[in-house]
């Protein structure tokens, strides 16, 4: 399903991107891929910059509304203000490693 969907990208260079590292193994996918997203990190107009800056206006806005229903549906008090907040195509649920 990915495979289709990467021609439906607008953006040409990330189009160029995912061809390249489409059918390749995690390794060398990283070594295309993480200097290619270092840059649109870091620069302050690319899509993924205002990707971040809209969600996190969003998740600010809506934090405390949230925090009460996530408190009633659980019946538990919220223990943590940190949250990772994952963009991706697929499902993906978050891993937490707590050192004892």
Excluded: W
């Excluded at 489409?22 to 270092?38: D, S, T, W």
């Excluded at 600010?60 to 990772?84: G, H, N, Q, W």
Aim: charged residues 30%; proline residues 5%; contains cysteine.
């Amino acid at each position: 399903m990915g495979r289709n969907n990467i021609d439906n990208t607008d953006n040409d260079p990330d189009n160029q991107i995912a061809h390249k590292i489409v059918g390749l193994k995690k390794q060398p996918a990283e070594i295309i891929l993480k200097p290619y997203l270092l840059a649109q990190k870091t620069d302050k107009n690319s899509k993924l910059n205002k990707f971040i800056k809209i969600a996190e206006k969003d998740f600010r806005d809506k934090y405390v509304d949230t925090c009460k229903a996530l408190e009633k549906i659980t019946k538990r008090p919220m223990i943590s203000s940190e949250f990772t907040f994952y963009v991706t195509t697929f499902p993906r649920m978050t891993v937490f490693l707590i050192n004892a």
